[in-house]
């Protein structure tokens, strides 16, 4: 059973679309992280969301965390060709182990 | 510090040998995981430590798996007879914490191959 579950899997876009995806789960997440990966190297942090119903910009990208803390949304403006990559959302799950899981991915394609 | 680093960047192996990879995390880390991720998909989890301490195991990790922390500082990953099916990157992490969650940082990864 997977934990945090996003949506699209695989979304191919022209430049200056505008594009969301969603990240959500059932559980609820102490904090929610969202990284972004190219190809051969490891996922870099993108922002972190604590609080719920926040939102944090970062230039033309939109990140909104979910007033239960259950679910986040990414949404890009004006997608350009080096937005390309797998964006991923993890969340750190609290209890004893508190430990960082991720979702299933979004694989993004802009092209030029 | 220049962060999480993973050594080797690559392997290639024929199967049923035994593989080792390295990773140093963030010095002032002492929480530090492996994950396990195939093309396109998210990072599975596999195990994590704090410290010195290994936390929890994925059932992912068959017996073939071991991680090592043993100073609480870098940590190993062997792969023991090693499968095809054992073909993916591996990807180390480090944070801080607890209390509270804090972001992971990660290494570039160790991509292997079994042959």
């Known amino acids: 059973t997977q934990l945090l579950e996003q949506s699209p899997q695989f979304l191919s876009i022209q430049e200056g679309e505008n594009l969301t995806v969603y990240c959500n789960s059932s559980?609820?997440?102490?904090?929610l992280q969202w990284y972004r990966q190219e190809p051969g190297e490891g996922p870099v942090l993108l922002v972190t969301?604590?609080?719920?119903?926040e939102v944090k910009k970062l230039k033309r990208l939109t990140f909104q965390f979910g007033d239960a803390r259950k679910d986040s949304s990414l949404h890009i403006t004006a997608a350009q060709p080096g937005d390309t990559g797998l964006y991923l959302c993890?969340?750190?799950?609290?209890?004893?182990?508190?430990?960082?899981?991720f979702g299933t991915g979004t694989l993004l394609a802009v092209q030029p | 510090d220049t962060g999480v680093s993973q050594d080797p960047r690559h392997k290639i192996t024929k199967r049923g040998q035994n593989v080792t990879f390295r990773c140093d995390p963030i010095?002032?880390?002492?929480?530090l995981y492996w994950y396990r991720q195939t093309l396109g998909q998210g990072p599975e989890f596999l195990t994590y430590f704090q410290n010195e301490a290994q936390l929890e195991k994925s059932r992912l990790l068959s017996d073939r798996f071991s991680a090592e922390r043993p100073k609480g500082s870098f940590s190993t990953l062997e792969i023991q007879r090693t499968e095809q099916g054992d073909s993916a990157m591996y990807l180390c992490?480090?944070?801080?914490?607890?209390?509270?969650?804090?972001?992971?940082?990660f290494g570039q990864g160790t991509r292997l191959t079994v042959v």
């Open positions: 010095s002032e880390h002492n929480r």
């Open positions: 992490a480090s944070s801080l914490g607890p209390p509270g969650s804090t972001e992971a940082f």
């Open positions: 559980s609820v997440f102490s904090s």
């Open positions: 993890a969340g750190f799950f609290g209890g004893a182990t508190n430990k960082l899981i």
């Open positions: 969301v604590v609080t719920g119903g």
